[in-house]
């Protein structure tokens, strides 16, 4: 258990569909990531929130859409996703992004399959 | 090229037996983080290194960072099915250009343990 709860664990959706990926912190964190996971590729990040304004888009198309409505919960909303999308998705958290020794601390993802 | 170099890319031993897992970076590092990651779940903090000649331990793994603050190996004593796994290194992203409380990963390296 690492504190950072991600639901649901697995998603199946079609093209057409809109859904949202949840994530909760219980550490006291200030900062929360969302990063993809491909196989065969490092660790994607693509939106980081610190004191919940968002601080970091990479490039992610916008049918991507993060929301983070106190530093304890992160949503990432979906939709007209592509097969591409398929993923695991993972959430992170940290104390606080200016701190010196940055651990994060992930959930357990969400494994999402666009059909 | 990648940052953040990790060697092999993926490992089969027998149980009982030692093995070493390295990272090597492009630039000197000011943190090196070491997680593992059970297939389709999320990333479990091992141990930071951040000093040059640092070693921790914990359990059987133990991390060094050598002198020069490039490279950091990763050592399993009497390897057990327990430690099957893919263990990813991370550094901090403004080492290498990046923002400032992010992270960046290598690809992983995959364990498998034969009983």
């Known amino acids: 258990e690492t504190g950072v709860t991600q639901t649901p664990r697995h998603l199946v959706m079609g093209m057409t569909n809109k859904k949202s990926l949840k994530c909760e912190q219980h550490l006291g964190h200030n900062a929360m990531y969302w990063y993809k996971q491909s196989a065969k590729k490092p660790l994607e990040l693509m939106f980081v929130y610190s004191l919940e304004e968002r601080v970091e888009n990479n490039s992610v198309p916008s049918r991507f859409s993060p929301e983070c409505p106190n530093s304890s919960h992160l949503f990432l909303h979906l939709h007209t996703l592509q097969p591409e999308d398929s993923a695991l998705y993972l959430c992170?958290?940290?104390?606080?992004?200016?701190?010196?020794?940055?651990?994060?601390?992930f959930g357990a993802g969400t494994r999402l399959s666009v059909l | 090229s990648q940052e953040l170099e990790q060697s092999p890319q993926s490992l089969i031993v027998q149980e009982g037996k030692n093995l070493t897992i390295n990272c090597t970076s492009s630039?000197?590092?000011?943190?090196l983080y070491w997680y593992k990651q059970k297939y389709g779940e999320g990333l479990i903090f091992l141990m930071m290194l951040q000093k040059g000649g640092e070693e921790k331990s914990h359990e059987k793994i133990t991390a060094k960072l050598d002198e020069k603050k490039q490279q950091s190996s990763l050592h399993i004593t009497a390897s057990q099915p327990s430690h099957a796994g893919t263990y990813l290194c991370g550094a901090d992203a403004w080492v290498y250009g990046g923002s400032q409380g992010n992270l960046i990963f290598g690809k992983g390296t995959k364990l498998s343990v034969k009983p």
């Open positions: 992170a958290s940290s104390r606080s992004r200016g701190l010196a020794k940055n651990i994060q601390y």
């Open positions: 630039k000197t590092l000011y943190g």
